[in-house]
């Protein structure tokens, strides 16, 4: 899912070839986006849009031959002035009367020939790792390989791809090879494949056409100087110093020749953008807002002395599961500190909870993009595949700490908690100098761990994942201040994190402090049990069997295998009543009806159902099935599929617990549910205890740091 | 010993007064600092203009009547006619152009007037504290102009604002004046200052300056009206020399920017320096085409 959709899109057409058009918020001033069309297109941009688009207003425009836009084949159908035309176009198309242009590599050439031919349109120029011909030096390896451009080449490896037959004829080996050149950070696996698969979307025969088309009527080197002396607009230059495409010193000669300001991040390749994007972000806004003279906004600034104590909690929003148990410790939390302002930066569906408690919800909280329906529509049938899911979830990630950010500056909180907030977390270990108060960082597993579906690959990918978060945390120990592991050191799985990096369990009793179980209630009275019971119409009799998968759209596959079970357990259970709970998002309609079969969209008070009927079938999340430890109900859990938490994390810690029966879902029959309901409904179980003071603990190792 | 001493300093004839200005810095802005009520002088500055200058050209003058200026005792001289004459008679001696133009206090009145009146030479305005007649005063002051003439026996409070009383106890008004200057605990070293500068001059020509008459809310709102650059108000919520609705109406009338310290007094320059510098800096930062663009 986009962290944020286009409020308007469009298409322009001057020479019979379509290109794309978005237009995202109504700020002023607008902020035209071009990408170096055709290798990419305007998602390039993702990281920087949804920040952008809430001050100003930004156009993203496609490139021809990539994108939504055409796929002409022939160079003069990808010149200069073919794509400095596509960019006025869609300023008149969009009524832009003047706007910043921001370009990334050789768009600039574009851009400033834009600009030179209209200069009362373009207000500034945020030149990203700009690919302005003659300034600076070239890279070696363009000039070695430029003049055999038109060969053929036998066997070509390296920069010798560069080369018109090889890019036609081997269009991805040339796209990996450069996105692999350019991506000179490590841990860059996600904008890698990014970059790679907005690559392929075009065809080598149009990249090498981009590439002939760039040079028709190529200008002299005195042409292009005179070009940028002359383009008498504030610019701002952002340049890795790594860029193996642009020469860091291509960056700082048009810095120095348009007169504009330079940013050099050291350490960054080309594609800062994507790598840097919270510094891109920062750099943009307030140089956009100083050339134009935006006024700063109102605030107020409490001083130091007069400050009640503060923290903002930043529940996380994938599912509901989070949010009793950061309430339950908000609650401790203001048993030690009564003065504590505790506000509260959350999204639906942690908000309903939120609100049914009372609590404050900060006003940025609506700008912030949806991880919950993220996730939802990453899921198919009974499959999530979490970890992929959250690589995926990145641009959403940058867009709602970009948020925190600013809510954190202009709050002035003392502390922030974040349960699971990997935005926070991720972001203020890349950019520590933005680290304001303290920093709690909970969390209830530790460790990215690889499913078989996803092979070798995927072994690589989390292993990539772990090392950059132990790396952050040796680097930058004093971004959490506090780092709290719901549950105990037996509840960590015994893996290791990847090939030659440490054992979870190990690691982790190093860095955190744990604080127990944190259900967020107390677990019922056998007099309370009974009570609800009866007042639930359940029976004496009956043997009850709840079903339900929660409040996501996932899991009518599960509920209609479940249901299939129904009649044959009946045969041999007369007195086995199942109430589904479909959930607000599962229609029943169209499921089977059975005598004793009950469906229910929602009931209130869930918890007490779960705690009081005989057997609960549930998914595999951890707080649901933890509940059901807790009232020490007997319970079958089918994991997601492809959800590494589910079928790892959380099922070694409800074994220790010795809590409910693990169950996979793809290779179960409706007769071994059948089976199982026969079995377990009623039965004694021997769980273990579930702690019942984790909020406290938490709430003291918390309150320590205010 | 000064944290930053000036690069060059003067006198300039204005008005056939003295008045002695310091440049500090340099850079392609310049921000004035204007003074205030005369009960103190440039050096009220002091925790800005290091900072300042290292970024901005920053000029200070002494108004007339403390400082370096002449402590002239003829109420024409302390006019807003005479004071933004001062304004403008350091800017050319200083061969300033324009300036962005930083005021305290009643120092927003003669800022607004030049805004209004000479456009050209104002970049934009930063006002801390104003007070000036845009809305009314705060209750305790309240009437503290039309007593001031009265004689009265043993005055507390406001009632120490008062011309007999300051012939015979001037360092009393002024220990009292800037206790409500500062409400922020632990506030002695600023009051200390304040009133030290105080010392440096008078009660005749503090006096001498309540004979001219003050500008009125109409003439204010027509000054409002006509600033066309950008404005920054910043004001304490615990000011109880000129009231926070002062700021929040001058922001609004002038299409400026507000930022309330909560917890703050008159004087925030003083009080929270830190602040106040990064906000100045900021600002100026922002006007419009700041960036140099080549010949």
Redo the contacts between chains.
């Keep these: 899912m986009r962290a944020r959709e286009p409020d308007i899109e469009g298409y322009v057409d001057h020479d019979g070839v379509p290109v794309y058009y978005e237009v995202h918020g109504t700020g002023e001033p607008t902020l035209m986006l071009i990408p170096a069309a055709p290798i990419t297109h305007s998602r390039m941009w993702k990281a920087l849009v949804p920040d952008l688009a809430r001050r100003y207003r930004i156009i993203t425009i496609d490139g021809r031959g990539n994108g939504r836009s055409g796929r002409p084949t022939d160079p003069e159908s990808h010149s200069r002035a073919a794509n400095v035309a596509d960019i006025v176009a869609v300023l008149d198309a969009t009524d832009t009367d003047r706007a910043v242009l921001v370009a990334h590599c050789h768009a600039n050439g574009w851009a400033i020939e834009a600009i030179a031919a209209n200069p009362a349109r373009v207000s500034a120029l945020v030149a990203i790792d700009p690919g302005i011909p003659y300034l600076g030096k070239p890279q070696p390896h363009w000039v070695e390989t430029g003049p055999h451009w038109g060969e053929v080449i036998e066997n070509p490896s390296g920069w010798q791809l560069n080369n018109r037959h090889a890019i036609t004829t081997q269009h991805r080996r040339w796209v990996e090879f450069f996105f692999g050149e350019q991506l000179v950070e490590p841990h860059s696996t996600k904008q890698y494949e990014d970059a790679v698969s907005w690559a392929l979307e075009s065809t080598g025969e149009i990249l090498a056409a981009g590439d002939d088309g760039f040079e028709i009527d190529f200008p002299d080197r005195e042409t292009v100087e005179a070009v940028c002396r002359d383009l008498r607009i504030p610019t701002l230059v952002i340049h890795g110093d790594l860029d193996v495409c642009q020469h860091v010193e291509r960056g700082k000669t048009f810095a120095e020749i348009t007169g504009g300001e330079l940013i050099v991040i050291e350490g960054a390749g080309h594609l800062p953008l994507a790598r840097e994007p919270v510094k891109v972000n920062r750099a943009i806004t307030k140089f956009v807002d100083r050339i134009e003279g935006v006024p700063m906004r109102q605030h107020t600034w409490r001083r130091g002395l007069s400050r009640r104590k503060r923290v903002l909690y930043v529940s996380s929003p994938i599912g509901l599961g989070h949010a009793r148990r950061d309430v339950a410790i908000a609650k401790e939390l203001r048993k030690l500190r009564p003065d504590l302002e505790i506000d509260w930066l959350a999204q639906d569906p942690v908000t309903r909870v939120l609100e049914a408690e009372g609590e404050t919800i900060h006003p940025a909280s609506e700008w912030l993009a949806s991880e919950s329906a993220h996730f939802a529509s990453e899921a198919t049938g009974h499959d999530l595949h979490c970890f992929q899911a959250l690589r995926r979830m990145d641009e959403i990630l940058v867009a709602n700490f970009m948020i925190f950010q600013e809510v954190m500056e202009e709050g002035l909180y003392d502390l922030s908690l974040g349960d699971e907030a990997w935005d926070i977390d991720h972001f203020w270990h890349e950019n520590p100098e933005l680290k304001r108060g303290d920093h709690v960082w909970m969390t209830d597993f530790v460790g990215f761990l690889p499913m078989p579906s996803g092979g070798d690959h995927e072994e690589y990918l989390t292993a990539d994942y772990n090392a950059e978060m132990i790396e952050h945390i040796a680097r930058y120990p004093r971004i959490r201040d506090l780092a709290l592991f719901v549950g105990s050191p037996d509840d960590i799985v015994p893996e290791v994190f990847g090939p030659g990096l440490p054992k979870i369990r190990d690691w982790t009793e190093e860095h955190f402090q744990f604080s127990g179980y944190i259900t967020g209630f107390e677990p019922p009275t056998d007099d309370e049990m009974a009570s609800w019971r009866s007042q639930l119409g359940y029976g004496e009799d009956e043997k009850v069997c709840v079903v339900t998968v929660g409040g996501s759209g996932v899991g009518r596959d599960l509920l209609e295998k479940v249901i299939a079970a129904y009649p044959l357990a009946k045969q041999s259970m007369p007195e086995l009543r199942m109430v589904v709970v479909a959930g607000p998002r599962i229609d029943p309609a169209g499921l089977p009806t059975h005598d004793g079969l009950e469906y229910h969209g929602y009931v209130h008070g869930l918890y007490r159902h779960l705690a009081a009927c005989d057997l609960a079938i549930v998914q595999g999340g951890l707080t649901t099935t933890m509940e059901l430890a807790a009232t020490r109900t007997p319970f079958l859990y089918f994991p997601l599929r492809n959800h590494f938490e589910q079928n790892y994390h959380v099922r070694h810690r409800l074994d220790r617990y010795r809590a409910g029966r693990y169950m996979e879902y793809a290779v179960t029959e409706p007769e071994a549910i059948a089976a199982e309901i026969i079995a377990r409904a009623g039965a004694p179980v021997d769980y273990l205890p579930v702690e019942t003071d984790g909020a406290a603990k938490a709430a003291k190792m918390i309150a320590d740091l205010i | 010993m000064r944290a930053r001493h000036p690069d060059s300093e003067g006198f300039v004839e204005s008005e056939g007064l003295s008045i002695g200005y310091e440049v500090f810095g340099g850079g392609d802005v310049t921000l004035l600092l204007l003074p205030t009520w005369t009960i103190i002088h440039s050096r009220f500055w002091k925790l800005q203009v290091p900072y300042l200058a290292r970024h901005f050209r920053v000029i200070t003058y002494d108004g007339p009547g403390n400082g370096r200026s002449d402590r002239t005792v003829e109420p024409q001289m302390y006019s807003l006619a005479a004071q933004t004459s001062h304004a403008i008679d350091v800017m050319d001696a200083t061969d300033t152009a324009e300036a962005v133009l930083v005021s305290l206090s009643m120092g927003s009145m003669w800022s607004l007037m030049l805004a209004a009146n000479q456009p050209d030479r104002v970049l934009g305005q930063v006002f801390i504290g104003p007070s000036l007649p845009i809305t009314p005063p705060a209750a305790a002051r309240a009437g503290i102009e039309d007593a001031f003439w009265a004689e009265q026996i043993a005055p507390q409070g406001w009632d120490k604002y008062n011309a007999h009383y300051w012939q015979t106890n001037y360092e009393d008004f002024a220990e009292f004046f800037f206790s409500e200057c500062f409400p922020?605990?632990?506030s002695t070293k600023q009051r200390e200052d304040c009133v030290g500068w105080a010392m440096e001059t008078t009660s005749e020509v503090l006096v001498a300056k309540a004979r001219v008459d003050d500008v009125n809310h109409e003439t204010v709102v027509d000054w409002c009206r006509r600033v066309t650059s950008?404005a920054?108000v910043i004001h304490g919520d615990d000011d109880r020399i000129s009231p926070l609705s002062r700021a929040r109406r001058l922001?609004e009338a002038t299409?400026?920017?507000?930022?309330?310290?909560?917890?703050?007094g008159h004087i925030p320059l003083a009080?929270?320096p830190v602040?106040v510098n990064l906000?100045i800096k900021?600002?100026a930062?922002?006007?419009?085409?700041?960036?140099?663009?080549?010949a």
């Design positions: 922020e605990s632990h950008p920054l922001a299409g400026g920017s507000l930022v309330t310290v909560q917890g703050g009080r929270d602040l906000l900021d600002f930062d922002r006007l419009p085409g700041r960036q140099k663009t080549p």
